[in-house]
T-cell receptor, first 113, second 117 residues
Framework: DGGITQSPKYLFRKEGQNVTLSCEQN?????MYWYRQDPGQGLRLIYY???????QKGDIAEGYSVSREKKESFPLTVTSAQKNPTAFYLC????????????FGPGTRLTVT | AQKVTQAQTEISVVEKEDVTLDCVYE???????LFWYKQPPSGELVFLIR??????QNEISGRYSWNFQKSTSSFNFTITASQVVDSAVYFC??????????????FGKGTLLTVNP
């Protein structure tokens, strides 16, 4: 089945630790995205990538880092510099950045205490 | 000002009622795209529809229908004969050109729809 996988579903970390969220797609999409969702809010763009080895900051990139070494994979690292890391993180992909619909993974709920 | 406004934060209906979710957008672009996504309690966003700015034809898909009116910058979503399984948060989103051939997707804050049996 084609789709996007994110792991794990739930993640718990202590404050001060970096944590990496996984995102893999087998849709052969060029563009991939990371969003953050807080309760009662819409989605806010953290980072996006249009092509392997290239990525751009979104609206709220501070405290996050990404890599795009393979077309299928776009992991997100939440660093200790992120002030409020507890949130629901969603990964998405689309054919390219030309206004196509984005398809989303199941999300990772990160809790930092 | 918000680019995508979903004024209804929460809506509660009884099964079989029709319900309309409102979406008003703001853009200066002539070419743009509008979307609706469904987010059930499981959390994953499910793509429902994409509409480009040049196509104002209304669309119907089963119990779902969409009304796109450029004159009022609205892209409303109607569920006919609602069912409990329709309970979810629904997001409207706008995709605008952000430079070159790149488009940026902006989401509204969503409308929580609860369909009671």
């Amino acid at each position: 089945d084609g789709g996007i996988t994110q792991s794990p579903k739930y993640l718990f970390r202590k404050e001060g630790q970096n944590v990496t969220l996984s995102c893999e797609q087998n849709l052969n999409h060029d563009a991939m995205y990371w969003y953050r969702q807080d309760p009662g809010q819409g989605l806010r763009l953290i980072y996006y990538s249009q092509i392997v080895n290239d990525f751009q900051k979104g609206d709220i990139a501070e405290g996050y880092s990404v890599s795009r070494e393979k077309k299928e994979s776009f992991p997100l690292t939440v660093t200790s510099a992120q002030k409020n890391p507890t949130a629901f993180y969603l990964c998405a992909s689309s054919m390219d950045r030309g206004g196509y619909e984005q398809y989303f993974g199941p999300g990772t709920r990160l809790t930092v205490t | 000002a918000q680019k995508v406004t979903q004024a209804q934060t929460e809506i509660s209906v009884v099964e079989k009622e029709d319900v309309t979710l409102d979406c008003v957008y703001e853009t200066r672009d002539t070419t743009y795209y509008l979307f609706w996504y469904k987010q059930p309690p499981s959390g994953e966003l499910v793509f429902l529809i994409r509409r480009n700015s040049f196509d104002e034809q209304n669309e119907i898909s089963g119990r779902y229908s969409w009304n796109f009116q450029k004159s009022t910058s609205s892209f409303n979503f109607t569920i006919t004969a609602s069912q409990v399984v329709d309970s979810a948060v629904y997001f409207c989103a706008l995709s605008e050109n952000s430079g070159g051939s790149n488009y940026k997707l902006t989401f509204g804050k969503g409308t929580l729809l609860t369909v009671n049996p």
